[in-house]
């Protein structure tokens, strides 16, 4: 991959080689960045997770990946080297949102290096919905590849008007409600497949769900641990559907914990989210989203490394469980350390 500089380079091997100093405190490598349309958010993210683990006590080296999917530390280029970690981090927490950081890529990237890190090992973001699939309720949805849009467009359209109106199409694996549309009409729905398919070659076009929106945090414990799943928080907006700018406009959503849905309707939403959460393979940490309609529960989405900001709903949802922001990635860290260990030793 990229070069650095020699005196740099040899300075990064002599880190790889030393042992920790105190078992207590972690060299965390923390990942921010990267070449999707979340680039922004991740940055976001990946400040407030430095800001949590240097108030947990920890040691953090900031690694920036630029949208040409340069690895930078300290805006130099970084060398990269297969089996040999990464500037001798303990752990490394990638801050990383939608493409390339929630398909596996990185993750690939990091199993290479050969460094414990946070969060899920396989693209289970981008495939939930197949593999839930008979399992769970979910959203009425069906998925197009960009080719048909080229190919078959009249026969794809005419698949997808058995999902009725309205309908959001949305790119599979990119969040923040980035390149979604809701579609009213069917003229405006090649238009919006366009769209969608400039951030994502796989679109998801979902049926409009009644009820409201409803999430649940998912936070993993260590190995042969069940999971912590968060009580259910209830998002609320003044806008149509909760668009970017609602998510991220100061005052745009409220989250609500608990969620007023009735105790049935909440227990069915921590039920279903952690069957996703096992089914799936998931690690660490996950956000499972969905509408609640009376006590009809429907699966919706799955973030593998959902908004990480002190003020993000995952965030919010831990915390009302007990678990502070410092607390939190202290313990993603740890679980993600004893993981690896656990891995070296079988």
């Not at 960045?33 to 407030?48: I, Y």
């Not at 130099?76 to 493409?99: C, I, K, S, Y």
């Not at 009376?294 to 919706?300: A, M």
Request: hydrophobic share 45%; charged share 25%.
């Amino acid at each position: 991959m990229s070069s650095v500089a020699p005196s740099a380079s040899a300075n990064a091997r002599e880190q790889q080689a030393r042992p920790a100093a105190n078992p207590a405190t972690l060299r965390v490598a923390v990942l921010a960045g990267g070449p999707s349309a979340e680039h922004d958010v991740s940055l976001a993210s990946a400040e407030s997770i430095r800001k949590g683990l240097l108030e947990a006590g920890h040691e953090v080296v900031s690694v920036s990946i630029s949208r040409e999917r340069r690895w930078l530390l300290e805006g130099e280029p970084l060398t990269l080297r297969p089996g040999e970690g990464l500037l001798g981090a303990d752990v490394a927490f990638p801050a990383l949102h939608g493409p390339f950081g929630e398909d596996g890529t990185v993750q690939g990237a990091l199993e290479v290096l050969d460094v414990a890190y946070v969060g899920a090992g396989v693209a289970a973001s981008a495939l939930f919905k197949d593999l839930m699939t008979g399992r769970v309720p979910q959203v009425d949805y069906l998925g197009v590849h960009e080719h048909e849009l080229a190919s078959r467009l009249g026969a794809t359209l005419e698949r997808l008007a058995a999902l009725g109106l309205p309908v959001f199409v949305k790119p599979a694996r990119m969040g923040s409600s980035l390149g979604i549309a809701k579609v009213d009409e069917t003229a405006a729905l090649a238009g919006a497949l366009e769209h969608a398919f400039e951030h994502d070659e796989l679109v998801i076009v979902e049926a409009m769900a009644p009820g409201v929106e409803v999430e649940c945090a998912v936070l993993g414990g260590p190995p042969g641990e069940d999971p912590l799943v968060s009580s259910p928080g209830e998002v609320s907006f003044g806008g149509e559907w909760y668009d970017f700018d609602t998510k991220y406009r100061p005052g745009g959503m409220e989250l609500r914990v608990p969620a007023r849905i009735s105790e049935r309707a909440a227990e069915r939403v921590r039920e279903l989210a952690f069957d996703v959460f096992t089914h799936v393979d998931c690690r660490d940490l996950a956000r499972v989203d969905f509408f609640v309609d009376g006590e009809t529960v429907l699966v919706n989405e799955l973030n593998t490394m959902p908004g990480f900001t002190a003020t993000s709903v995952y965030a919010k949802l831990v915390e009302h469980a007990g678990i502070g922001y410092a607390e939190l990635v202290d313990r993603l860290c740890r679980a993600a350390l004893a993981r690896d260990e656990r891995r070296r030793a079988t």
